[in-house]
């Protein structure tokens, strides 16, 4: 009997791959689709980067390597975090992952019993939800809405804990919204969550250079909740090197402990190589990434103009990252006289089929009456995606 386990059933396939394995489909079928759908910059590794990978490979980094990550790039990620966060994490509280997503995977699993209650603001990364239910943990979520930045408040946080309460995940620079977290704002975080000493938090910070308003704010900053809190950042994101899969935590020794024996008996240590190449990433001047994010502010910037022109959609001003979340209820119940748009995954598949532009639904992290638009792409294929999309938003009725 073809049967798989139940643990496999309460998972749902990602929505962004599921996005861009469709994208791809469509184009070898000879469509001219532009997918704006994965969180992928379209950005090449820095050539530095790449030649610290090929210096490992000549220096022969091609065996087991410790589980939680060579020593002398966790030391390079302990430099990192007190430069760029003001965070003392030593190499013996970091350990590398492949990718960010195992990362946080290695620490719900390691954390969270069944029946643990994990609160989860809207919009979320459309993994987070997914990773409790593995764990067989409940997701609780917090609802927010576009006009406060898809934010939660220190009141809203606080009416969600119960005594189940193990846990709360969020990112900053967030996926899919772009939104951040002032420092203020945090602290009011953190003000609930230090009075619920066995309440931990997940800060996913794997945007952090992607910040178009200032410094870089972590929730760890704050000494009363240090020990509350697991940092989570990578590589892949502000260097472009999301096939390296490089991701690493900054925890509590004990915390660190933990991910290292749960990784232990999934993958090991990550490849060798990219943690050679890792190392060249972290130790940079952060600086180094600042063409890039100049192009991404540009983007941000055209892909809101030409939003902003189309009636109907609701948008307001992402503050990181490279994804836009635009409301899009006010199309809910109207048709071109051939397709209905009942909701927001009626519209990205009109939209799909309509103006070959790939986007991902945003019932898929957690608000149903958005879309997430990644310009993670050329200003080319922007303004020619915008261009498709008001078109063709013009005909429903």
């Known amino acids: ?18 996005m861009a394995r469709k994208s791809r489909e469509l184009k ?64 013996e509280q970091i350990v590398v992952s492949t990718g960010a997503k195992q990362s946080i995977a290695n620490v719900m699993m390691s954390l969270v019993n069944p ?3 994990v ?28 006009e406060n930045d898809f934010k939660i408040t220190a009141d809203e946080l606080e009416a969600a804990i119960t005594d189940k309460t193990r846990m709360m995940i969020y990112s900053s620079p967030c996926n899919p919204t772009g939104s951040l977290y002032s420092k203020d704002e945090l602290r009011n975080l953190a003000n609930v969550i230090v009075q619920y000493e066995n309440v931990l938090v997940i800060s996913d910070e794997i945007y952090e250079h992607i910040n178009f308003v200032g410094k870089h704010q972590s929730l760890a900053q704050f000494p009363d909740v240090y020990d509350q809190v697991i940092t989570i950042n990578g590589v892949s994101k502000a260097f472009a090197m999301t096939g390296w899969r490089i991701g690493y935590i900054g925890a509590p020794t004990w915390i660190a402990q933990a991910c290292t024996k749960m990784q232990g008996q999934i993958t090991s ?10 190392i060249a990433a972290v130790l940079a001047n952060p600086t180094v990434t600042s063409e890039m994010k100049e192009a991404f502010h540009k983007r941000r910037d055209l892909v809101l103009g030409m939003l902003g022109e189309i009636e109907g959609v609701k948008i307001n001003l992402p503050e990181g990252a490279f994804y836009v979340f635009p409301d899009i209820s006010s199309f809910f119940g109207k048709s071109d006289g051939t397709a209905t748009v009942n909701n927001a995954d009626d519209l990205t598949i009109y939209i799909l089929e309509k103006a070959n532009v790939a986007l991902v639904t945003g019932a898929a992290f957690g608000a149903p009456n958005c879309i997430r638009i990644s310009y993670a792409a050329s200003e080319k294929n922007l303004k020619e995606a915008m261009t498709r999309m008001g078109k063709v938003l013009s005909e429903l009725k």
Not at 67 to 80: C, M, P, Q, T
Not at 269 to 278: D, H, N, P
């Open 269 to 278: 240590g990550t490849c060798g190589i990219a943690q050679r190449a890792a």
């Open 1 to 18: 009997m073809q049967q798989v386990s139940d643990r496999l059933n309460r998972l749902t396939e990602s929505a962004t791959i599921a």
């Open 28 to 91: 070898a079928q000879g469509r001219d689709i532009i997918s704006l759908s994965l969180g992928e910059p379209d950005f090449n590794t820095p050539d530095f980067i790449k030649e610290a990978a090929k210096e490992g490979i000549d220096q022969n980094y091609t065996k087991y390597m410790p589980v939680n990550g060579y020593e002398d790039l966790r030391d390079a990620i302990s430099i990192k975090f007190k430069r760029d966060n003001d965070l003392d994490y030593n190499a």
């Open 115 to 117: 029946g643990d209650e």
């Open 119 to 146: 609160i989860i603001p809207a919009p979320y990364w459309v993994t987070y939800a997914d990773i409790v239910a593995l764990a067989e943990g409940v997701p609780v979520i917090i609802e927010t809405s576009i």
